[in-house]
């Protein structure tokens, strides 16, 4: 194979060795040695210095833009590296090119990957969940069909738990809807003013007994004597608040207490919902917010929580262009904390 740098080397070194003896030709008295030794120093010297300029400006440029395009074909982006060199610019160029382009799909295939994954997971957690309850409510129907109807004590037990597990199952139907809902973008948000301060109130009135059969109290902390009006869409606020308040008080022992402050911040409004319960340690700190995430499964379960409640507060509150944000202590509480725009009228 001629065609790389020692071959093209070779046959231009013999042509300048060519040109220069066919010139010394024209001189008449050159000595024979020298007539020899001219061609022979200008071969030697021009394939030498004719093959290093190619090798580094050239095939040692196209060699590297080949092995790139090999990489890429077996798919080992991993390994993918512009090398540097000190080449022609334009191989340089296009070399850098190559490595860009394979870098963003590199980053695209490994999206796909993750949101497989991600799928994979959603799917086998979705599952799991249905069939608990399903189950539940199919074995409670299955004995009261198999004669323990005309047993009148446990008739209207196991009908109970039939009923409770079937609601339990269309609250988490529920909650998966407006999961991927969220998720695909679905949902539009109706910012309209709302008075935080009557929400927060409306949702205490809501879980009052559920939080008085714990002896908890629920506290509304306002820095303003007068109601906030906040920029938020009602209905999905309402959801975050029953969201953090009902978990507040869920996740805290007896005679707890779970406290909603407002506070007014650079026309925006500091909110947040402290309790003084079990507290999540700082490992899960940051994964609470996943679907599905429960700290302890087991404890989580007896509550009867899927772990779709955080999930479903942090698209509605970034849906509000906020974040929310989480401090906690184990055996001290927990405090979930976002913003909202304050309504300024025009
Ligand atoms: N205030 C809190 N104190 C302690 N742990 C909490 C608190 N809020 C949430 N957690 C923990 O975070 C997990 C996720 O909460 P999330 O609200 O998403 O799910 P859940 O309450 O288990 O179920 P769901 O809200 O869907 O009925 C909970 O299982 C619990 O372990
Ligand atoms: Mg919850």
């Not at 269309?170 to 003013?193: C, K, N, R, W, Y």
């Not at 908890?216 to 869409?233: G, N, R, Y």
Request: hydrophobic residues 45%; proline residues 2%; neutral net charge.
């Amino acid at each position: 194979m001629l065609l790389n740098s020692k071959g093209l080397a070779l046959i231009l070194a013999a042509s300048i060795a060519v040109i220069v003896a066919a010139s010394l030709l024209l001189i008449s008295e050159l000595p024979v040695y020298v007539f020899w030794l001219i061609p022979v120093i200008c071969f030697g010297a021009s394939y030498i210095l004719i093959n290093v300029v190619m090798e580094f400006l050239f095939f040692k440029e196209l060699r590297n833009i080949y092995e790139m395009f090999e990489k890429i074909r077996k798919n080992d982006l991993s390994s993918l590296k512009p090398k540097r060199s000190y080449g022609h610019s334009s191989l340089n160029q296009i070399q850098q090119e190559i490595y860009s382009y394979a870098y963003v799909k590199q980053s695209e295939i490994e999206e796909l990957k993750q949101m497989a994954k991600f799928r994979r997971q959603f799917l086998a957690d979705v599952s799991h969940e249905l069939k608990t309850p399903i189950f539940a409510a199919q074995g409670f129907v299955h004995t009261l069909l198999d004669g323990a109807i005309d047993d009148k004590s446990i008739r209207m037990k196991f009908l109970k738990k039939a009923a409770k597990n079937l609601d339990g199952l269309d609250a988490l139907v529920q909650d998966l809807l407006t999961v991927s809902h969220m998720e695909a973008g679905d949902i539009t948000m109706h910012f309209e003013p709302t008075n935080i301060g009557e929400v927060v109130h409306e949702i205490f009135d809501q879980l009052e007994d559920r939080a008085n059969k714990k002896g908890i109290e629920l506290k509304l902390e306002s820095a303003k004597s007068s109601d906030f009006l906040v920029l938020a869409d009602n209905q999905r606020i309402h959801q975050v608040f029953v969201n953090l308040i009902s978990n507040a008080i869920k996740y805290s022992d007896e005679n707890g207490q779970v406290v909603v402050s407002l506070a007014s911040n650079n026309g925006k409004l500091d909110i947040s919902v402290k309790d003084n319960g079990i507290g999540i340690p700082p490992e899960h700190l940051n994964r609470v917010f996943e679907r599905f995430y429960r700290v302890d499964k087991s404890r989580s379960k007896a509550q009867g929580g899927t772990g779709l409640g955080l999930s479903i507060v942090k698209h509605i509150v970034e849906a509000h262009r906020s974040e929310i944000k989480v401090v906690s202590n184990v055996g001290q509480g927990s405090s979930f904390s976002f913003e909202l725009e304050l309504y300024k009228p025009e």
